[in-house]
């Protein structure tokens, strides 16, 4: 089994980014780093998170993992609502209820 952890680090390494910035752009310490440098079974999205920071594309370590990790990644959402009409009415609805609403406030005073 491969060590996620060890090949993880090794990446961070070569990459010169310090340790310290990529703990800061996680939200951790460093002690949480090492910590992780020593975990055989690292999460995916952190592992795709510092591959973000340090600019190193995981996908050809990991080729298993990932193609695991896109299959669930790939959810069909229903986007009967994605189109520029719908948006546009939905705009001007919304803006003559508010004009409708502003004249019923200020003819009140």
Known sequence: MVHRGEIVEQAVRRSGVPITTIAKRLGRSRRW???MFDNPD???EIITRIGQIIYYDFHSDFPSLFQKFQAVEQV????KHEGEEYWKNKYFALLEEYNSLLKKFTTEK
């Open 76 to 79: 069909s959402y229903d986007l």
């Open 42 to 44: 690292v999460p995916i």
């Open 33 to 35: 780093m090492y910590l």
